[in-house]
């Protein structure tokens, strides 16, 4: 494959009214939610959820780049594996890394050979983080919108029972996921023998008769600057693809781009949540691996204790499933919350994989050193210690944050 695999005019027509269908119609539904006073979270992701699974339905009804297909039948129609990695890669390049399911689907159909290709085109991107900004210069649609937090206890819950990627990453919630799962087809054999799509496949899309709204706001694509997504390309391609083969069956890839990241200067922020999800997705069951590359790292590699994949690392081992005793990986991830620059991090890490032997250590660490703790690093000790069960006295909080 070429190096601008991106790089179909097609293909970008059809990412672009994408983004119209995700992007600027949500301005209808947040016009709505302005007139409330406040908002719960709940108040907030029910009608997001619901009207983002409607745009979707809707846009594979819409007219495609192609005469007399719609968007539901440009995609099944496309049975060449280098044709379909083009088009995943197009839509991760304009489409802020969000991949229809209908395009998931039809790399899926190639079965090993595109989970293959995908990894060829992760492996010769460049993880190096880049200097341009990283988003759309889209409307604030939160802005005079005011959104009433849930209590602690919610909170709580919520960040012991959801995998989290980077320290600095907004955990998803369980909502999202059921979204994209109900908007899935089912798995019926999307190509009929002779290699056309399937008749009900494209019905399923083409019946769903979801009403249009007169007051939607037409996204222009003309005024939308996609030069820092063009300079991205490499790193949105990369991480959009780690997270779509984020499967226990991509496990034999997991030292290479592991390795690939600890040879990463300054990865990518994009690049290190993908790799979060894949980590935690490849290893659940089989953290040996990282396991044995955690310990070698402790004792060889000092130079990666500031290093955001040993973090990552430790994330995974965290978040995996050990079998037998626990005491030989609490004893790992005690020596990596040593190893690590970032404690606050080895303290999610510890937190995370739940051992209440953890906890004593935990609270020591953070008494002797919570003078010399910035507010942040604080609250995150704090919180690593409530999940395992532990107490923070408020009034412990430093007088010096007031």
Same mark, same amino acid.
């Given at each position: 494959m070429s190096d601008a695999i991106w790089?179909?005019?097609q293909y970008r027509e059809l990412t672009i009214s994408w983004n119209q269908a995700m992007c600027g119609r949500f301005e209808n539904v947040f016009s709505q939610l302005r007139d409330m006073e406040g908002l719960s979270e709940k108040d907030l992701s029910e009608p997001v959820f619901k009207h983002s699974l409607d745009l979707i339905k809707r846009w594979y009804q819409e007219p495609s780049p192609k005469a007399g297909l719609n968007n539901a039948e440009f995609i099944s129609r496309i049975d060449d594996l280098k044709e379909m990695v083009s088009l995943a890669a197009t839509m991760s390049v304009y489409g802020e890394m969000v991949v229809p399911d209908l395009v998931i689907k039809g790399l899926e159909k190639f079965g090993e050979n595109s989970?293959?290709?995908m990894v060829r085109e992760i492996m010769r991107a460049d993880f190096e983080a880049s200097e341009e900004a990283s988003e759309f210069d889209l409307t604030d649609y939160f802005s005079n919108i005011t959104i009433i937090k849930g209590n602690f206890q919610e909170q709580e819950k919520e960040a012991t029972g959801k995998p989290c990627g980077i320290p600095s990453c907004a955990r998803q919630s369980d909502d999202a996921e059921t979204a994209v799962a109900n908007l899935e087809p089912d798995s019926a054999e999307t190509e009929k023998q002779d290699g056309q799509p399937a008749d009900e496949d494209i019905a399923e899309y083409e019946n769903l008769n979801v009403a249009a709204s007169d007051s939607e706001t037409v996204y222009n694509s003309d005024q939308t600057d996609f030069s820092s997504c063009e300079s991205q390309a490499p790193q949105r391609i990369a991480a959009s693809f780690l997270t779509i083969i984020a499967d226990p069956s991509a496990l034999v890839y997991l030292p290479f781009i592991v390795e690939k990241l600890a040879a990463t200067n300054k990865p990518d922020l994009a690049i290190q949540e993908a790799v979060a999800?894949?980590?935690v997705a490849?290893?659940?069951n089989s953290p040996e691996w990282l396991l044995e590359w955690l310990d070698n790292t402790i004792d060889n590699r000092e130079d990666l204790s500031d290093h955001p994949v040993t973090y990552l690392v430790m994330n995974a081992i965290a978040r995996a499933h050990h079998m037998g005793d626990h005491s030989q990986v609490l004893g790992i991830l005690l020596r990596g919350f040593d190893f690590l620059a970032d404690k606050a991090s080895g303290a999610s890490c510890l937190a995370s994989f739940g051992d209440l032997r953890a906890l004593p250590f935990l609270k020591s660490w953070f008494?002797?050193? /919570? /003078? /010399?703790? $910035?507010e942040k690093t604080w609250h995150e000790f704090a919180l690593a210690i409530r999940r395992? *069960? *532990?107490?923070? $006295?408020?009034?412990d909080h430093p007088t010096r944050f007031h």
């Open positions: 790089d179909n005019k989970r293959d290709a999800t894949f980590l490849t290893s659940y008494l002797i050193h /919570q /003078q /010399q703790m $910035d395992l *069960g *532990g107490k923070v $006295d408020p009034a």
